[in-house]
């Protein structure tokens, strides 16, 4: 998409804000033919730090109101913004993890190292019944990471038999014994974690045979049909890519991409993820809109082996990560979450709508009390972040067609180095109604566009927005509501035209009947 460049500045005088008025937004309603999977809206959870336990899991014996040991506020929250899919037990963790310790009586599990976080001890009382116990009561899709790092391709394969397979196997038996009568329905399930990495330190040649010989035994029982994912590239590695694809493309459904935003570019020392300057959050948005060219960069790989497109990109680790809250673990990753935090998710979302073509799951990192947590708890209490907010604005994206948009943006700039101000994605749901996501990347200055909705007779249009006074503002157990969404009123229709304007540093939905 050719994107032209026009800039300039209008003061608003009395309002102490300067406003752009050379953005211009062309929606073409009645052009849509790519569906934005409500995958794309997924979510992580690994057994690190505070997320499963605490996070979710407290235990039938908690005072925190629970069903079956599970959070009933988190578990809420979560139905709130139609979390589509979970992805468990990790990470770095699902390489290291037998899943037979975590079924039957908990008092008889035996207990393990948690080696990738914190060094402590996982007593593995959540577990395969509970994960899946946890994803009914959310009504999402179940992903699982299989261990292909330090586990056996017979444990792989009995993991598979054991959740799926309604018949009479010792899989089977054992499940009932343990209290599932039906099986579950399980249809992502990951061959592998990171095994460039954590996983096992692997070429792409040597992961590439391991993953033809594990991927034979996960079995589809029944009705249930795996779709199964091989482990991706790290960040830019295109070369994993290619080998991969050209080994083993034909036998996959989808391949995971790896990618994290770190604020200042040194993974020894991210940066604060409350106390930055505005030259750390330019620096930030550089990094974070580096997913595009990731993305068009591994889908131009996939495609020479996959032109028709019948393997999906699946995005799923990705966030902003910093550096601990001062007196944490740091093996716990905790970290909180600003007005900048919920900027990145929403430039990140958009980017992932455009390529939903390619890409259809994403998953951020990680969804209770780890990086750019949606939520976060300290024992009965819990708080919605910023990020939380942007999912919950964005959810109408799900399952959605993707309208094509066409954009002229004016430049945020900082130190002689630009980025565009906004970011935009727009798509038409089921009932007709269309949405808008708009972002104001800019801190500083609000952005007026202009836009022209053709192939539609738009008669009214609703709005919200999320922002603060402060682009580093967060929401404490103090102080839970200090960013959070709003009613928008700054757009308005006349004569099929629909003139908005975003307040500096917000995210913004628009819906259009």
């Known amino acids: 998409m050719k994107r032209i460049i026009l800039l300039s500045a209008t003061v608003l005088f009395g309002l102490n804000i300067t406003v752009s008025a050379q953005n211009k937004l062309t929606v073409n309603a009645d052009q849509g033919k790519d569906v934005i999977s409500k995958h794309i809206y997924g979510h992580f959870s690994e057994h690190l730090g505070h997320c499963i336990y605490g996070g979710y899991w407290v235990g039938e014996d908690s005072p925190i109101p629970n069903t079956r040991g599970i959070r009933n506020d988190v578990v809420q929250a979560l139905k709130d913004i139609s979390i589509p899919n979970l992805r468990w037990p990790g990470g770095c963790f699902a390489d290291e993890y037998h899943w037979m310790d975590g079924i039957g009586p908990r008092d008889k599990r035996p207990k393990m190292v948690n080696t990738h976080w914190g060094g402590v001890t996982e007593d593995n009382s959540f577990g395969t019944h509970e994960f899946l116990d946890l994803c009914e009561q959310l009504g999402c899709e179940p992903y699982i990471s299989g261990n292909l790092g330090s586990g056996s391709v017979e444990e792989m394969s009995k993991w598979v038999e054991y959740i799926t397979f309604d018949g009479e196997s010792p899989m089977s038996n054992l499940r009932k014994q343990n209290?599932?009568?039906?099986?579950?329905?399980?249809?992502?399930?990951?061959?592998g974690n990171e095994s460039w990495g954590c996983g096992g330190n692997m070429t792409p040649d040597h992961y590439s045979d391991l993953y033809r010989r594990y991927a034979t035994y996960c079995r589809n029982y029944g009705d249930n049909h795996l779709y199964k994912i091989a482990c991706g590239a790290n960040e830019a590695d295109y070369n994993w890519t290619e080998t991969v694809m050209k080994n083993v493309g034909h036998r996959m459904n989808g391949l995971s991409l790896h990618y994290y935003t770190i604020p200042t570019?040194?993974?020894?020392?991210?940066?604060?993820?409350?106390?930055?300057?505005?030259?750390?959050?330019?620096?930030t948005i550089q990094r974070t809109l580096f997913m595009e060219e990731l993305l068009s960069k591994h889908s131009t790989v996939m495609d020479k082996y996959d032109p028709q497109k019948r393997i999906g990109l699946m995005t799923d680790e990705w966030g902003i990560w910093t550096d601990v809250e001062p007196g944490t673990n740091p093996g716990f990753l905790y970290q909180q979450n600003t007005l900048r935090d919920a900027i990145v998710a929403a430039i990140n979302l958009n980017i992932f709508n455009a390529h939903c073509d390619r890409v259809k799951m994403t998953n951020i990192a990680q969804t209770v009390n780890v990086l750019q947590a949606v939520i976060l708890t300290d024992r009965e209490?819990?708080?919605?972040?910023?990020?939380?907010?942007?999912?919950?604005?964005?959810?109408?994206?799900q399952d959605a067609t993707l309208l094509p948009v066409f954009f002229t943006s004016d430049k945020y700039?900082?130190?002689?180095?630009?980025?565009?101000?906004?970011?935009?994605?727009?798509?038409?749901?089921?009932?007709?109604?269309?949405?808008?996501?708009?972002?104001?990347?800019?801190?500083?200055?609000?952005?007026?566009?202009?836009?022209?909705?053709r192939?539609?007779?738009?008669?009214?249009?609703?709005?919200?927005v999320l922002t603060s006074a402060k682009i580093n503002d967060y929401n404490s157990f103090d102080k839970p509501n200090t960013v959070s969404v709003k009613d928008f009123k700054d757009a308005k229709l006349s004569d099929g035209k629909l003139n908005v304007t975003l307040p500096a540093k917000s995210v913004v939905l628009l819906e259009i009947e």
């Open 179 to 191: 209290g599932r009568e039906k099986p579950w329905k399980v249809k992502f399930w990951g061959v």
């Open 413 to 453: 700039g900082l130190n002689g180095k630009t980025v565009d101000a906004i970011s935009v994605s727009a798509s038409k749901d089921a009932a007709g109604k269309i949405h808008i996501t708009l972002v104001n990347i800019d801190p500083n200055k609000a952005q007026n566009i202009e836009t022209e909705l």
């Open 381 to 397: 209490k819990m708080i919605l972040t910023p990020t939380y907010w942007v999912y919950y604005l964005y959810k109408v994206h």
């Open 455 to 464: 192939g539609v007779a738009a008669k009214k249009v609703s709005g919200k």
């Open 265 to 283: 570019g040194n993974w020894g020392k991210k940066g604060s993820a409350t106390q930055f300057d505005e030259t750390e959050y330019f620096a």
